[in-house]
T-cell receptor
Framework: DTEVTQTPKHLVMGMTNKKSLKCEQH?????MYWYKQKAKKPPELMFV???????INESVPSRFSPECPNSSLLNLHLHALQPEDSALYLC?????????????FGDGTRLSIL | AQSVSQHNHHVILSEAASLELGCNYS??????LFWYVQYPGQHLQLLLK??????LVKGIKGFEAEFIKSKFSFNLRKPSVQWSDTAEYFC????????????FGAGTQVVVTP
């Protein structure tokens, strides 16, 4: 079992819906990440939060909106998504953003856009 | 920009065979190297990591990897695989410039037949 918990595990939504993905960790990690993973592909970094501040936005469309309410919680708000946004969305955390820190991944939320 | 190459996209082998997966990176500075594994339906798990020191690192589940700086390589090995090693394997790199951003290789799908 992973120490990074993501909910929901599966989400189906229409292109006009608004939904949110949630990620939680209680390891005291201060860096948290959102990745998008398409089938048979490696994870692609979307956002990095460090000490609850957005540090990196990898030119992600504004229909994805991240939020870090506290050091344990990371949300990804979704609005007006496109069918090509269907993917596995992974959350990860690490002690900090140091390059030697391994990242711990959640199981992901499998998102399908109708 | 740095990149990570994994030589084989798909490997099929029998139980008890030896496994070696290639990984090369392109970056002239200091790197941190990781191998992650993704078992079917499970989250990405860290197999092993290299930061400095002994270039031969041992990880979980009997895996090891060797960092060869002159070849910019970090190949993963296991002397005798089991059916349970069937998974997707990702090599990943962070650098002094990347501030914890993990750059993943394309992944290698390993199938172990009984």
């Amino acid at each position: 079992d992973t120490e990074v918990t993501q909910t929901p595990k599966h989400l189906v939504m229409g292109m006009t819906n608004k939904k949110s993905l949630k990620c939680e960790q209680h390891m005291g990690h201060r860096a948290m990440y959102w990745y998008k993973q398409k089938a048979k592909k490696p994870p692609e970094l979307m956002f990095v939060y460090s000490y609850e501040k957005l540090s990196i936005n990898e030119s992600v469309p504004s229909r994805f909106s991240p939020e870090c309410p506290n050091s344990s919680l990371l949300n990804l708000h979704l609005h007006a998504l496109q069918p090509e946004d269907s993917a596995l969305y992974l959350c990860a955390s690490s002690q900090n953003r140091g390059r030697e820190q391994p990242q711990h991944f959640g199981d992901g939320t499998r998102l399908s856009i109708l | 920009a740095q990149s990570v190459s994994q030589h084989n996209h798909h490997v099929i082998l029998s139980e008890a065979a030896s496994l070696e997966l290639g990984c090369n990176y392109s970056y002239g500075g200091t790197v941190n190297l990781f191998w992650y594994v993704q078992y079917p339906g499970q989250h990405l798990q860290l197999l092993l990591k290299y930061f400095s020191g002994d270039p031969l690192v041992k990880g979980i589940k009997g895996f090891e990897a060797e960092f060869i700086k002159s070849k910019f390589s970090f190949n993963l090995r296991k002397p005798s695989v089991q059916w349970s090693d069937t998974a997707e394997y990702f090599c990943a790199v962070t650098t002094t410039d990347s501030w914890g951003k993990l750059q993943f290789g394309a992944g290698t799908q390993v199938v172990v037949t009984p």
